[in-house]
Each structure stands twice: as C-alpha cells, then as structure tokens.
C-alpha cells in the first residue's frame, strides 16, 4: 500500500506467474430477485416504485418487513450505491436482519448502508458534526441509570427540599424529561397531563432540569433524547449541513413508522428533503405507544407534509385464519381516523374466535391453564400459546393457577407478579408484622422512608432488636429522639403506620392491611418513584383482593412464598423440553409477535378498554388499536375471556363486570345489520 493506493507493482516483475481468477456477479435482476413468485401483486407494486415520496401502509401479517427486504434489493439491484441508502428502524437487529437478506438476495453485501435505530445513526453523524453545536465529537453517551445519578446531583444542587414525601424521584424526572422532549412539547405540560399530583412542584422541577441540561453540556455528556435532539438541530439550524446530510442519501426508508415521535417525524422528513425519496412503512391501526411519545399522527399527515406521495396498500394476511382477520376488521372499523383497509386471508378456515364468560378472574384463570393442557393434549407445543392483558395485574391470578398446574410460563411484559419491586415492598410491612424478627422484611419497609437510608435503617432496626416487644418498641419516644430531624420527621410518619397494622393484625383480615396501607403515605410513595404510579397502585389493589381469599398472615405470606419459588417446570401432559413456556405478554410487549393459540385476559368494559385511556382524547381509539394488534397475535385459535364480576376497593361484595365495548359495538352492529357474529359465545358449566 503507497499513501492511500494498493501497490500492485509486484505483481509485472518479469518471471512472475501470475493467476487469474474471476468472481461471480449476478446479472441484474438475477434468478434470486424473482418478483413474480417471491413477491404478491400489492408487495410487488411497492418493491418497484419508483422515485419521490411513498407511503405504504402495511396491515398485520402482510409481509412488511419482507417488502422492505426486496425494495432494499431492487433499489441496489438497479445501481443504487448502498451507501446511499438511509434505512431506520426500531431495533438495530431488524436492521441487521433485513440487510442481510437483502444482501443474500442481489449477491452482494450491502452492509455499507447506513442502518440501524434512529439513536444509532443519529450518533454516527453526532460524532462528525457535534462541535456544530458546542459538544466535543469524543462526547459519552449515558444510559438512564446514569442520567438518573446525574438527576440525582442536581436535585442536590438545586437547593430544593427534596425530601419531602412526595417528590419526584430522580428517575420519574428523567422519564419526564424524556417524554417531554419526544413529544416536543414544554415540561409542565406534560407534568400537567401525566403528574397532575406534582403541579405544585413545577417550579422546583423546572430549576432542576434547566440545571440538568446545562451539566450535560458542561461535562460533555447525551442522553439518549439528546441524540435525537441534536440530530434534529444539525439539520435545523445548519442549512448547508442539512444539504450535505440529505445529499448524501438518494433513499430513505422507515420501518414501522406508526411508532415514530415528533422528533422523529421531523428528522425524517428533512434528511429526505433534497431528494425527497422517502418510503414510509407502517400501520396506522397498530400505533400503540402513545404512553411513550409516538404519535400516529405522523402517518395520518404523511400526505398532508407530502402532497405529491403514492399510496400503497399491503392487506393480505399471512398469518390468521378467515375468522380471526373478520372479528379484528370488525373491530378496527369503529375507528374514524385511520386508513381504510380489509385484511384478506391466504389461510384456509379456521375455528371461530371464542368469547368466553367467566364468574371472575378465578374462574378465567381456571378456563385458561385447563385449555391450554387440552392444547397440548391436541398437539400444540407450549411455545405456541400466549396469554396477552392490558395490564400486569391482569395475569396475577393466572400465574398462580399456572404455578400450581405446574404449566411452565415466561412473563415477556416484566418480572413475575409476586417479584416485583412494589409487590415486595408491600409484603415486606406484613412479613415484618407476622416475624418481628425478620430484619431483611423490616429494612426493606424502613428505608421506602425518605431521610432512611441503609446506615440509618441499621441503627433504628439495632434498637429495636434488642427491646423485648419489638413491635411496641416502634412508637418508643427515645428511638425518635435519638435520630436527625428529617430521619425522625419520616420515622414517626413510618412508626404511626406500623402502630395502626399492629393493632390490626390479629383482628383483621390480610385484605384489610393492605389496604390500610394503601390508604397511607405508602400509595404517595409508589406515586413519587415509578413513572407508571397508577399502574403499580392497581396491582397493589390487586393483590390486596387476591389476599382476601386468606384468614391471616400465616396463609398468605406461606402461599406467596412458595409461589414465589416455583416456576413450573414441568407440565401434567405430553413432553413438554425445558425450553418450552407459554408465553405471558401484555398486548404492547407482544407487538411484532404471533402465537397459533392466543388468549385475551379481561375483556371487561374498564378494564380493556381501560376507564382511563377512555377520558383522553383519541384515548378510545388508541385502546381499539391494542385490542387490534391483540387479535391479529393469532393464527390459528382465539380466545375473549370476559370476567363477570370482581372485587373492587370499598365495595362490600363484587361488582358486575359489562363485558368489553369492543364486544359490545361488534354484536350491537351484526344484530343491526342482520349479519353472523364473527365469535362464539362459551358458558362455563
């Protein structure tokens, strides 16, 4: 090598022998890109677009990310330079994967293109330009745990009393920087809407992330946020250098753009705005993540940003049965804003979806593990069911019926119900109740109290172990005198509780502590720490039902405790291989996913759709949109299970459950029109 050029001069001394060898290149449009047989009518019209801006909407299971593969493999098979193709994604494995199926196809690697997550590239491009806006290119990069430490400092700094009961801990204000920032909207705007319990605080809050943003400049540190933010900036406020970024590529491709932000939206349209060859892939009816920034409105205005767009349609369904795509289009169709669309099924017949009525969560739990063993009797390996729920409380009682059938599960939307951080907060004040000598129980409880910390929580739980009535010694005047103002401000708070459950502990009910508990500083506490605050109080209320089944601490805490340490590994039939789960998802988690048998837990109006999401705007229709993505999980066999009644706090006795509108509207609309339901109604005998 000379400089920069290979030195090839060796190679014409006289008396050498020098060997030709030729390599294979695949003629253009070569026996791999077969369009007519790899490729249905509707994908093939899309793969051989041509220039300008398209949209292409891409209903469930009709083969996008096939598509994108082959309009990959078209635009390099024709001469586009891979390197002048830009393809984002929502995972840098799907970008992986589709690059080398594309690469597998045209005979060439095209691995030169710039793929991956839009945090990805968008670091590629920070790391040459990022001293256009005053960041080093050497810049890190810091994860939420990190970001959260550094949040963590300038509450500090920010001279704020942060320790009173409720404020926000350092991790909710990240996650609301963040959703802040991916929604392009104000701070307090967001507080408002999502923390209306932290309004009072907004000042402080504002002090605080003003002070956060301005350490991360200092120290030369992004976030995760910052990487799109700063993107957006280089091409927002440097017009040569969008020219030079937009110039670069002669295609941009989006994968799953439904789920893109604002931010995103954004960014795409202006790294598209020299050439304007910008294909958009996605289901309107399947954008779900509201909760975190994504905004469907993106492709609902495709056009309007775009007025000079193709459309597209991909509707043929690959993957469910005639019945399940007629119950899901019934369904979808009650949603206004939307593209019009019918999935069409290339499968034979199948059985009709069941709609399941059920006494209570108890029953639906029973229903559920017995016909999965009837599944598995019939053929079915466990890896083909999944068990998909609005919300994580849903599935408490079914894990617990799966455990004692031995049915061994994975939970894909998180830890297992009786292993989660609040779910062991909460036990930990009745453990402690139960064995005043558990230390581990009580320096759990101890510390959830601001001002407590690991040090501090020794030495109150070094008093109290050598009293001879540790529970009496709680409330003892000398303990509150001997620790620090703040310290004994929160263990008063905290020894008040611990009197008021051990005066209830052997005349009450193990329901009835927990909700005490719940009725106490403890529910600010959950309000204050998680991000999901509401969804974490919904399960603790959950388990508080579930307890009512007990007549004291003893039975509970011993059930839970052996749950807790049984996984099921092993089922009553067949042969199942250790590797083998049935699958236990919320519907947000299973998306992109797909299961020959599915079951659909709580399909009861409140709870899915849940009563919340129904107060907002287009909250409704979003809630639709997740009971779409449930249904077209499954391929072959579809269950609705509709709990009819259930335990609710401050009721005397259960309340009755109507079942799920989205039943409702799809039985009112066929007796309307004189047309078959499409699912059958089960009673259980």
Not at 385 to 395: D, F, G, K, M, P
Request: with cysteine; charged share 25%.
């Amino acid at each position: 090598m000379k400089g920069n050029r290979l030195d090839f001069s060796a190679l014409n001394t006289p008396g050498t022998t020098v060997k030709k060898y030729r390599l294979d290149r695949p003629a253009a449009g070569g026996p791999s890109l077969d369009y007519d047989k790899d490729l249905n009518e509707q994908q093939r019209q899309v793969v051989t677009a041509g220039s300008g801006p398209l949209l292409v909407i891409a209903a469930a299971g009709s083969g996008k990310t096939h598509t994108l593969t082959y309009r990959m493999a078209h635009l390099v098979d024709r001469g586009v330079d891979p390197q002048r193709i830009l393809l984002l994604t929502f995972t840098n494995r799907a970008a992986r994967s589709m690059t080398s199926r594309a690469s597998a196809l045209v005979g060439v690697n095209i691995g030169r293109l710039y793929s991956g997550t839009f945090h990805s590239v968008a670091n590629r491009f920070l790391r040459q330009h990022a001293t256009r806006l005053d960041y080093p290119t050497d810049y890190t990069i810091i994860d939420r745990e990190d970001a959260s430490t550094l949040m963590k400092a300038c509450i500090s700094h920010a001279d704020v009393d942060n320790l009173q009961q409720r404020f926000p801990s350092p991790r909710l204000l990240v996650n609301l920087f963040s959703l802040a920032r991916n929604q392009h909207r104000p701070y307090d705007a967001v507080l408002e809407q999502r923390y209306p319990y932290f309004e009072h605080l907004r000042g402080p809050i504002g002090r605080i992330l003003g002070l956060y943003q301005n350490r991360k400049m200092e120290m030369g540190l992004m976030d995760f946020d910052d990487l799109l933010v700063n993107w957006y900036r280089l091409l927002d406020e440097h017009d040569d250098l969008r020219e030079e970024l937009s110039g670069k590529f002669e295609h941009v491709l989006v994968d799953e753009y439904q789920d893109t932000n604002h931010l995103q939206g954004a960014i795409v349209d202006a790294m598209s705005s020299v050439h304007t060859n910008l294909m958009v892939v996605g289901d309107d009816c399947q954008s779900i993540y509201a909760f975190r920034g994504a905004d469907y409105r993106n492709i609902l205005q495709f056009p309007d940003r775009h007025p000079d767009c193709r459309e597209f349609r991909l509707e043929t369904n690959y993957r469910s049965t005639p019945q399940i795509l007629e119950l899901a289009n019934r369904s979808i169709a009650h949603n206004e804003e939307q593209y019009e669309k019918t999935l069409r099924a290339s499968r034979p017949d199948g059985p009709m979806p069941a709609h399941v009525h059920l006494k209570d969560a108890n029953q639906q739990a029973a229903f559920v593990c017995q016909r999965i063993l009837e599944l598995v009797d019939e053929g079915l390996e466990l890896d083909d069911i999944a068990v998909l729920y609005r919300s994580h409380h849903h599935s408490m009682e079914l894990q617990v019926e799966m455990t004692r059938c031995d049915i061994p599960f994975v939970v894909r939307s998180g830890l297992r119900f009786f292993e989660q951080a609040h779910i062991k907060d909460a036990l930990s004040y009745l453990r402690f109740l139960f064995n005043p000598k558990d230390e581990l129980a009580f320096l759990r409880l101890v510390r959830q109290w601001h001002g407590i910390g690991n040090k501090r929580a020794q030495n109150i739980w070094m008093y109290l172990s050598n009293q001879t009535d540790t529970l009496e010694a709680i409330e003892d005047q000398r303990l509150r005198d001997d620790l620090p103002r703040r310290a004994g401000q929160s263990w008063t708070k905290a020894s008040k509780l611990l009197a008021r459950l051990r005066q209830q502990r052997l005349a009450e009910s193990p329901e009835t502590l927990l909700n005490t508990l719940l009725d106490s500083e403890f529910a600010d506490r959950i309000r204050s720490k998680y991000e999901n605050a509401e969804n974490r109080l919904q399960d603790l209320e959950q388990l508080a039902h579930y307890a009512g089944q007990f007549e004291s601490l003893d039975t509970l805490l011993g059930e839970i405790s052996l749950l807790s340490g049984i996984s099921g590994q092993e089922i009553g039939v067949g042969a199942a291989e250790d590797d083998q789960y049935v699958c236990l998802s919320s519907v947000h988690q299973a998306k992109g996913l797909e299961w020959p048998a599915v079951f659909i837990l709580n399909l009861a109006h409140g709870e899915f759709p849940h009563r919340r999401a129904m107060e907002d705007d287009g909250g409704l229709e979003e809630e639709r949109r997740l009971f779409y993505v449930a249904t077209t999980r499954a391929g072959d066999e579809l269950y609705l299970c509709h709990p009819i009644t259930r335990s609710r706090r401050g009721r005397s006795g259960p309340v009755v459950q109507r079942e799920s509108k989205f039943i409702e509207e799809i039985r009112d609309e066929c007796e309307h029109d004189g047309l078959p339901q499409p699912f059958e109604d089960w009673k259980i005998e």
